[in-house]
């Protein structure tokens, strides 16, 4: 797909220069119409070219962005085989094309499918650049976000090690690359839990830019943003408000008040005040962000549905059931259409669904939805999907137990003992609760002998807490 100096392209050049344009500004149906424009003005350039190759390209990115996932797969495909024909299929433009393919597959949750084309993006890097080049950086940072999608966070980290590694070597440590790489580090700490190690990176970050950039550079949003979502988790609200704040105010000033990312920190900061329990502080800005992100996205993309599952949760914390069931089906229904039924995202619908008739005493359609739970839970991928099926099996134990049905109540309680003995310490005060709570049904189920057995160990369990029987721990 060589240039032939024959070609004039200048009319392809303006239509792809507009479409970006014109996406930029959020004229969404306008730039549809110019990517597409272009694409049948490259096609007077022959049947193989790499005008286009980028036609078919910008076009998938832009469906992608938009949540129209089925419409991009063809068109990536069809770009991927143009240059792999042309060009070879270890060529720099190839990769670059499967990191793409990758990424599309990666937006819809199909982690399977974009981990090997991230890694074959990643080999072809390796053998034409060398693996110390920066285009082998970004794509080992691809294949940790595949792996942090996945909840592998420990796999992800050595290679955002390495990326960081590559940058540092390249550039001086206030480079704005070098700086990304520890961000995306940062969140990998916090997402193993290593708050003691993302703190400090972050505001390593945010100082290094304040003092390269200003106070209110356009660069400093996402950083404030991710350091307040990690002080967030650690419950530093206080200290977390002022930064997420700043976040705000910066995109609104620098991209416009309907931009995506402020739909982002809007919802951040909810969850923020819904965390503190400031209810009413949370609501309007929970509205603003589904606003902006209706307007914006596909009514199935993923983004709009986490909006709506916070603005759920924001109802049932207040107890307005009747507002929040809707929302809660609403996001599960995208999920379940992206992911398939049986999707960590799927059975957690379903299991705050259930919660929330439970909490309504409507306890007949709570059962089935917990049943329905612990069977899209049935292969979690994540230690997180683990605890949420303990939680659900927990629930739809003590339902049994409610309707006097001690039995299955039982059956569901030696399960539960059973993975949490895997995935939960084994002298954790929840394992002494699970213990308890079954050591309770084999009595009334007449097998006292097993119940004293797991009495004891709880016994055991909570001399080493310091806790009494009956102080119950949540999953």
């Keep these: 797909m060589s240039e032939n100096p024959e070609i004039d392209v200048s ?27 272009a694409l049948q003005e490259s096609q007077k350039f022959g049947p193989v070219n790499q005008w286009t190759a980028k ?6 990115e832009f469906y992608r962005k938009q949540g129209r996932y089925a419409s991009a797969e063809p068109l ?17 433009e190839v990769a670059k094309t499967l990191s793409n393919m990758a990424g599309l597959y990666l937006s819809q949750g199909k982690f399977q499918a974009a ?31 595949i792996y942090q999608s996945m909840g592998k966070y420990a796999e992800a980290e050595p290679l955002l090690r390495r990326s960081v590694e590559i940058g540092g070597k390249a550039y001086p440590p206030d480079h704005a690359t070098v700086l990304d790489s520890l961000s995306k580090l940062a969140k990998i700490h916090s997402l193993l839990g290593r708050y003691d190690q993302s703190v400090p990176l972050y505001k390593r970050v945010l100082e290094t830019k304040e003092k390269s950039l200003g ?5 400093l949003a996402t950083t404030l943003n991710q350091y307040g979502i990690a002080l967030c988790a650690i419950g530093q609200f206080d200290e977390a408000e002022p930064l997420l704040r700043r976040a705000l105010q910066i995109r609104e000033q620098t991209k416009g008040p309907n931009d995506l990312t402020v739909a982002e920190t809007l919802l951040n900061l909810a969850r923020l005040y819904i965390g503190r329990s400031e209810f009413w502080e949370a609501e309007p800005l929970l509205r603003r962000c589904i606003g902006i992100r209706e307007s914006a996205l596909d009514q199935h993309h993923l983004d709009l549905a986490e909006a709506i599952d916070v603005f759920a949760k924001l109802q049932f914390e207040q107890a307005h059931y009747d ?17 398939g039924a049986r999707d960590p995202r799927v059975a957690k619908a379903l299991y705050n669904l259930a919660v929330l008739y439970h909490a309504r005493g409507d306890y007949s359609q709570a059962e089935p939805l917990y049943q329905k739970a612990i069977h899209a839970y049935e292969n979690p991928n994540t230690s997180q999907d683990y605890f949420k099926l303990l939680e659900s099996l927990a629930q739809l134990a003590d339902e049994y137990q409610r309707q006097g049905n001690d039995r299955d109540s039982a059956v569901l309680y030696k399960r539960l003992v059973s993975i949490q003995g895997k995935f939960v310490k084994p002298d954790s005060a929840s394992h002494a609760d699970a213990l308890e709570g079954y050591a309770e049904l084999l009595r009334v189920t007449k097998r006292g002998d097993d119940a004293v057995f797991m009495e004891q160990q709880a016994r055991s369990i909570r001399a080493g807490h310091g806790t009494q029987s009956g102080q119950r721990s949540r999953f």
């Design 11 to 37: 009319a392809w050049e303006k239509l792809t220069h507009d479409g970006n344009e014109a996406f930029k500004q959020g004229k969404f149906r306008e730039a549809e119409q110019l990517f597409s424009n």
């Design 55 to 60: 036609s078919l390209t910008n076009l998938a």
């Design 76 to 92: 990536l495909k069809r770009a991927l085989t143009m240059r792999e024909k042309a060009l070879g299929m270890s060529h720099p």
């Design 115 to 145: 981990e090997p084309i991230f890694k074959r993006a990643l080999e072809i890097k390796e053998k034409v650049n060398g693996p110390d080049h920066l285009d082998v950086a970004l794509s080992l940072e691809n294949l940790a976000h």
């Design 215 to 219: 106070a209110k550079h356009a660069n």
């Design 323 to 339: 507002q929040a069931e809707p929302m809660l089906r609403k996001a599960g229904a995208i999920w379940s259409e992206v992911f």
